[in-house]
């Protein structure tokens, strides 16, 4: 996932673009059936965290 794709770090609307990006990726998987896991269970691989548009505690929020 590009890090400039993520703006915000409220729980709904980052899920939104984490299922978008599961959508745009992947045909094989259900991005639904992802989102539905525990937020412990998922994964999401970013690219170009040197890149990133929002304040250090958000990022660091986002992280966790």
């Known amino acids: 996932m590009d890090i400039t794709k993520i703006i915000t770090v409220d729980g ?4 939104r673009i984490v299922e978008e990006r599961y ?3 992947y045909n094989n998987i259900d991005a ?3 989102m539905q896991k525990a ?13 990133i548009r929002i304040g250090d505690k958000s990022a660091k929020k986002s992280l966790k």
């Not at 937020?39 to 890149?51: A, K, L, S, T």
């Open 39 to 51: 937020p412990e269970e998922r994964v999401c691989f970013i690219d170009n965290f040197e890149e």
């Open 12 to 15: 709904e609307a980052l899920n």
């Open 32 to 34: 639904n059936a992802i």
């Open 23 to 25: 959508r745009d990726t």
